[in-house]
């Protein structure tokens, strides 16, 4: 499968504010895709559309094949096994430990004994590296890089096809921010995963972001990879990549590392 989200003719309104006015765009398949925007521009609205949260008002979305206009029950449970979602803050439930934490969604969606829900969960922590022993643990005692990474590792439980990832490096100092890029892109590689991120994290989106749109103005104002955006000539485009730390990183000498 070549895409696997598909927007067309999206529309979304509350009331009569326009949110997003007539989106169209595909994400390819074992990509890393970015949705970006101004403040307001409804990143996060997107995101929950894509995910059946909400409803557009009009246009379709597509997620692996299935047109979310027209899904059966059975369509929807097949979505919901092939994605995972780890949400800005982790959204852990603070009164479950690690563990129970992790085998949530395999407890919901499957009938697997115990001795392999164990062996998934050790094995899912041991992915977003974490140690066997954090799982008796309850997030009230772990720090925001292991709260992220076990809300990762619950995420991948289910083997999914796609990861939605929403600020993933929000509140990680920049080290840990930048070991939470490496994490998600070794991980893209090695389970062939398609990844599908809001971000403002200037850092990710240029070290790991394969392709992106930039949401402003209702529209979807530059799209492409990150030298095909840098080309748009839109306000808050060229506000948001041309200030003096791309200029510094890019057109210091990082330009010719880009285009190659």
């Known amino acids: 499968m070549r895409y696997v989200v598909e927007v067309k003719d999206l ?20 990509n890393i895709f970015a949705i970006l925007g101004s403040s307001g521009a409804g990143k996060t609205v997107l995101l929950s559309e894509i995910l059946m ?55 919901e969606y499957t009938n697997l004994s115990k001795s392999i829900i164990d062996e998934i969960v050790f094995t899912k922590l041991n992915l977003v590296g974490l140690k066997s022993e954090v799982a008796m643990q309850y997030p009230s005692e772990l720090s925001g890089g292991m709260i992220k990474r076990v809300a990762l590792a619950r995420a991948l439980a289910m083997d999914p096809k796609i990861l939605f990832l929403d600020e993933p490096t929000s509140g990680l100092d920049p080290v840990g921010a930048r070991a939470f890029d490496n994490l ?61 730390y791309v200029k510094s990183r890019f057109f210091g000498g990082g330009v010719k590392c880009i285009a190659e």
């Open 184 to 244: 998600i892109k070794n991980l893209q590689k090695s389970l062939d995963l398609s990844v599908i991120m809001i971000t403002h994290d200037l850092d990710s989106i240029f070290s790991i972001v394969d392709k992106m749109i930039v949401l402003s103005d209702k529209k979807i104002v530059a799209q492409g990879s990150l030298q095909e955006v840098l080309k748009s000539t839109h306000p808050f485009v060229e506000q948001f990549f041309k200030n003096e």
């Open 53 to 107: 949260l909400l409803r557009p008002y009009s246009g379709t979305i597509k997620v692996l094949g299935r047109d979310l206009n027209r899904l059966t029950p059975k369509d929807e449970i097949f979505l919901r096994k092939n994605w995972g979602v780890l949400f800005q803050f982790g959204a852990l439930y603070s009164s479950l430990n690690v563990y129970e934490n992790v085998a949530v969604t395999l407890n």
């Open 11 to 30: 529309v979304t309104k509350f009331g009569q504010k326009i949110i997003h006015d007539h989106l169209t765009f595909n994400i390819e398949s074992n």
